[in-house]
């Protein structure tokens, strides 16, 4: 078999890229025909191609020069009394629409008589925030919160509800505890694809929310939408933040890339209202700043519909149907909810619904079957995925929750006993990053950068010793922080928690260091996680943590290296109640089963009795039996804990269906 013939037949099969004329360079199959030519022959835009220009509703095809629309199943060309038509109508049935206001959602047939669908009378249920429909399953999906949910993120919480006929049946709260502010369907493989504003991820979860991942954490600052193209794989996120720009990544969350964004010189200030054309593959977008409507190829090239529209400067969220986009926005001081329809093609039309009200309206959903095209096969059947299976760009990959790790045969799962994990950043042991990385918390002001952006390092106080006293503390019960004016209770001394303002409670000067737990380097005045043994680096200033090491290198991925010598030894063999290695650290921190008079610790690696949660004396090496113990406020003065890093909280469904 040539090599031409082998690539073509590997693009056809997976649909992830095309090779050009040339026979050498291959292009994204989303950048075939998107009106740019990416080919250096310009095979790509070439016939059957249409013009960019060209007015099709959604497919077009280029023969002798003159191009021909066609439609998508389901669809009929409009009626232009013999000339040839560019408008596709859906054939079937009438289209109805589901919009949310405030604390609930109202299900309409005409924008103009609205059922309250009734999510207000939960009390667990109220300011929604986004939602979405699975049209064959009437399966009806919101983020919804508490009214104080801004100021703590994680109030928040993922529902979902039959909804048949414009009345809700069987509503139950599928995750609990997180920021789900907003969220995407992909409809053919039953995920729901979140994106969190304050703790700056994009996650997704299965139907039923027994497994949840998240995908892309890095430099996602106030993110604003997200939408999932499940016929191509790719999703696609918006933010606003420092550096405004629109995202895309498989729907695994492999190969994250910014389309565009303002530090390219972009104009982009405040991208908003994603929604997808699922029959042309084009996203479109609101700049409320720029009050403008933008069309964008799933490759990047971005052109503006309609600019200098005040009315967009208060866009919420938008919908597309046939040819219209529907724009929803609560308009100035009136607080009159209303919305727009422009023409896709054109960005003509404005047509405005003024609907009668009042409250801030948040999101629209146009309901009719051809919104959501079904593929011709479901590239997620038949792959038996301990966890769950996701599509990709170029077919389907299996994955695992969050604080579990694929193993060799990919598609099974490894707990990595991990609290630091992208999903789970405990925030009593972890911080996050700028750029989102989760971090042990002892890695704090340790005089390191173990951040990409050095935020670790960031707002650490010098200690000195001149600073005056202001406040007595109780030597024998508190810590007196070196700021002076400050008293926590001496149970926070060196539990990886900075509790005083000025760190000073974990401050590498203070004696941490001789308290470190088991399997860390004492070195320099601090502790080092024991990943920093034997891994071939000096840390210490005196070479301590490298000392008497084995020269063999590790997989991370499939071995585990033994405390004290480094010696590598299979992962299997951890945790599988033989000792491996001579100081037995590969049955060290292994999971426990505690009975019901007990509570565990360490990670879920010990058990202690309830009476001796709270008695003063600490039974774990992670002091989480003595933490936020009562304490007489008498004794107890001034004390603050600094503001919570963000963190997200794995959680289990409470209702299973």
Same mark, same amino acid.
């Given at each position: 078999?040539?090599?031409?013939?082998?690539?073509?037949?590997?693009?056809?099969?997976?649909?992830?890229?095309?090779?050009?004329?040339?026979?050498?360079?291959?292009?994204?199959?989303?950048?075939?025909?998107?009106?740019?030519?990416?080919?250096?022959?310009?095979?790509?835009?070439?016939?059957?191609?249409?013009?960019?220009?060209?007015?099709?509703?959604?497919?077009?095809?280029?023969?002798?020069?003159?191009?021909?629309?066609?439609?998508?199943?389901?669809?009929?060309?409009?009626? /232009?009394?013999?000339?040839?038509?560019?408008?596709?109508?859906?054939?079937?049935?009438? %289209?109805?629409?589901?919009?949310?206001?405030?604390?609930?959602?109202?299900?309409?047939?005409?924008?103009?008589?609205?059922?309250?669908?009734?999510?207000?009378?939960?009390?667990?249920?109220?300011?929604?925030?986004?939602?979405?429909?699975?049209?064959?399953?009437?399966?009806?999906?919101?983020?919804?919160?508490?009214?104080?949910?801004?100021?703590?993120?994680?109030?928040?919480?993922?529902?979902?509800?039959?909804?048949?006929?414009?009345?809700?049946?069987?509503?139950?709260?599928?995750?609990?505890?997180?920021?789900?502010?907003?969220?995407?369907? +992909?409809?053919?493989?039953?995920?729901?694809?979140?994106?969190?504003? +304050?703790?700056?991820?994009?996650?997704? /979860?299965?139907?039923?929310?027994?497994?949840?991942?998240?995908?892309?954490?890095?430099?996602?600052?106030?993110?604003?939408?997200?939408?999932?193209? #499940?016929?191509?794989?790719?999703?696609?996120?918006?933010?606003?933040?420092?550096?405004?720009?629109?995202?895309?990544?498989?729907?695994?969350?492999?190969?994250?890339?910014?389309?565009?964004?303002?530090?390219?010189?972009?104009?982009? &200030?405040?991208?908003?209202?994603?929604?997808?054309?699922?029959?042309?593959? %084009?996203?479109?977008?609101?700049?409320?700043?720029?009050?403008?409507?933008?069309?964008?190829?799933?490759?990047?090239?971005?052109?503006?519909?309609?600019?200098? +529209?005040?009315?967009?400067?208060?866009?919420?969220?938008?919908?597309?149907?046939?040819?219209?986009?529907?724009?929803?926005?609560?308009?100035?001081?009136?607080?009159?909810?209303?919305?727009?329809?422009?023409?896709?093609? /054109?960005?003509?039309?404005?047509?405005?619904?003024?609907?009668?009200?009042?409250?801030?309206?948040?999101?629209?959903?146009?309901?009719?079957?051809?919104?959501?095209?079904?593929?011709?096969?479901? #590239?997620?059947?038949?792959?038996?995925? &301990?966890?769950?299976?996701?599509? /990709?760009?170029?077919?389907?990959?299996?994955?695992?929750?969050?604080?579990?790790?694929?193993?060799?045969?990919?598609?099974?799962?490894?707990?990595?006993?991990?609290?630091?994990?992208?999903?789970?950043?405990?925030?009593?042991?972890?911080?996050?990053?700028?750029?989102?990385?989760?971090?042990?918390?002892?890695?704090?002001?340790?005089?390191?950068?173990?951040?990409?952006?050095?935020?670790?390092?960031?707002?650490?106080?010098?200690?000195?010793?001149?600073?005056?006293?202001?406040?007595?503390?109780?030597?024998?019960?508190?810590?007196?922080?070196?700021?002076?004016?400050?008293?926590?209770?001496?149970?926070?001394?060196?539990?990886?928690?900075?509790?005083?303002?000025?760190?000073?409670?974990?401050?590498?000067?203070?004696?941490?260091?001789?308290?470190?737990?088991?399997?860390?380097?004492?070195?320099?005045?601090?502790?080092?996680?024991?990943?920093?043994?034997?891994?071939?680096?000096?840390?210490?200033?005196?070479?301590?943590? &490298?000392?008497?090491?084995?020269?063999?290198?590790?997989?991370?991925?499939?071995?585990?290296?033994?405390?004290?010598?480094?010696?590598?030894?299979?992962?299997?063999?951890?945790?599988? %109640?033989?000792?491996?290695?001579?100081?037995?650290?590969?049955?060290?921190?292994?999971?426990?089963?505690?009975?019901?008079?007990?509570?565990?610790?360490?990670?879920?690696?010990?058990?202690?009795?309830?009476?001796?949660?709270?008695?003063?004396?600490?039974?774990?090496?992670?002091?989480?039996?003595?933490?936020?113990?009562?304490?007489?406020?008498?004794?107890?003065?001034?004390?603050?804990?600094?503001?919570?890093?963000?963190?997200?909280?794995?959680?289990?469904?409470?209702?299973?269906?």
């Amino acid at each position: 078999m040539s090599l031409l013939l082998l690539l073509i037949l590997i693009s056809s099969v997976t649909g992830f890229s095309r090779l050009c004329n040339n026979g050498k360079d291959q292009i994204l199959e989303i950048q075939w025909c998107d009106g740019v030519s990416d080919c250096p022959d310009g095979s790509d835009e070439a016939p059957p191609c249409c013009p960019p220009d060209t007015p099709c509703s959604q497919s077009c095809s280029l023969s002798g020069g003159e191009a021909t629309c066609s439609c998508q199943d389901g669809f009929l060309f409009l009626p /232009t009394g013999g000339v040839p038509s560019t408008t596709c109508r859906a054939q079937a049935s009438t %289209r109805e629409y589901l919009i949310s206001i405030d604390d609930d959602i109202s299900f309409s047939p005409d924008l103009q008589n609205f059922n309250p669908l009734g999510l207000d009378a939960h009390p667990d249920s109220n300011s929604v925030f986004d939602f979405g429909y699975d049209h064959r399953r009437e399966l009806l999906f919101w983020c919804s919160g508490e009214q104080a949910v801004y100021e703590a993120s994680n109030r928040k919480s993922l529902w979902r509800g039959q909804l048949v006929n414009g009345k809700l049946y069987n509503p139950i709260k599928v995750l609990s505890q997180i920021d789900c502010f907003k969220l995407s369907l +992909d409809w053919v493989n039953q995920r729901v694809y979140w994106a969190s504003q +304050d703790n700056r991820r994009v996650m997704v /979860t299965d139907y039923n929310g027994e497994w949840s991942k998240v995908l892309v954490w890095r430099n996602l600052d106030q993110i604003r939408g997200i939408a999932v193209s #499940p016929s191509t794989g790719y999703m696609f996120w918006s933010c606003w933040g420092d550096n405004p720009h629109i995202g895309r990544a498989g729907m695994d969350g492999t190969d994250p890339v910014l389309l565009i964004q303002k530090e390219d010189g972009m104009v982009i &200030e405040q991208p908003t209202a994603l929604v997808i054309d699922h029959f042309a593959n %084009r996203l479109y977008w609101v700049d409320a700043v720029g009050k403008s409507l933008h069309v964008m190829t799933f490759s990047g090239h971005d052109r503006i519909l309609r600019e200098g +529209d005040e009315q967009l400067r208060y866009a919420l969220q938008m919908d597309l149907f046939e040819d219209s986009l529907y724009i929803v926005y609560t308009s100035g001081e009136s607080r009159k909810t209303e919305m727009n329809r422009y023409n896709k093609l /054109t960005g003509l039309g404005h047509t405005r619904h003024t609907m009668g009200l009042n409250g801030t309206l948040t999101g629209i959903k146009v309901l009719h079957p051809t919104q959501q095209p079904s593929r011709p096969s479901n #590239p997620c059947q038949g792959k038996s995925c &301990e966890h769950f299976c996701l599509i /990709t760009p170029d077919g389907a990959t299996c994955a695992c929750g969050d604080g579990y790790k694929l193993t060799d045969d990919r598609r099974s799962c490894q707990y990595m006993n991990n609290p630091c994990t992208q999903f789970y950043c405990d925030p009593t042991k972890c911080l996050m990053c700028g750029d989102g990385e989760c971090l042990l918390m002892k890695f704090r002001c340790d005089g390191d950068s173990d951040c990409q952006d050095a935020t670790d390092e960031q707002n650490c106080v010098a200690v000195t010793s001149s600073i005056a006293r202001t406040m007595d503390c109780d030597d024998a019960r508190e810590f007196s922080c070196r700021s002076g004016d400050q008293c926590i209770a001496r149970q926070h001394e060196c539990d990886d928690i900075q509790h005083c303002r000025d760190g000073s409670d974990e401050h590498p000067v203070n004696p941490c260091a001789g308290q470190c737990q088991l399997y860390e380097v004492a070195c320099d005045g601090k502790c080092l996680s024991y990943k920093k043994r034997c891994n071939g680096i000096s840390d210490c200033s005196d070479g301590s943590d &490298e000392a008497g090491c084995s020269s063999e290198p590790c997989d991370e991925d499939t071995e585990f290296r033994c405390f004290s010598s480094g010696r590598c030894i299979p992962l299997r063999r951890k945790c599988d %109640r033989h000792s491996d290695c001579s100081d037995s650290s590969d049955e060290s921190f292994c999971p426990v089963v505690c009975s019901a008079t007990q509570i565990s610790c360490d990670q879920n690696t010990k058990c202690i009795e309830h009476n001796e949660r709270c008695d003063g004396a600490l039974d774990c090496m992670d002091k989480s039996d003595e933490a936020d113990c009562p304490i007489d406020p008498g004794h107890v003065t001034g004390y603050q804990p600094i503001r919570d890093q963000y963190f997200l909280i794995r959680s289990v469904p409470d209702i299973h269906p």
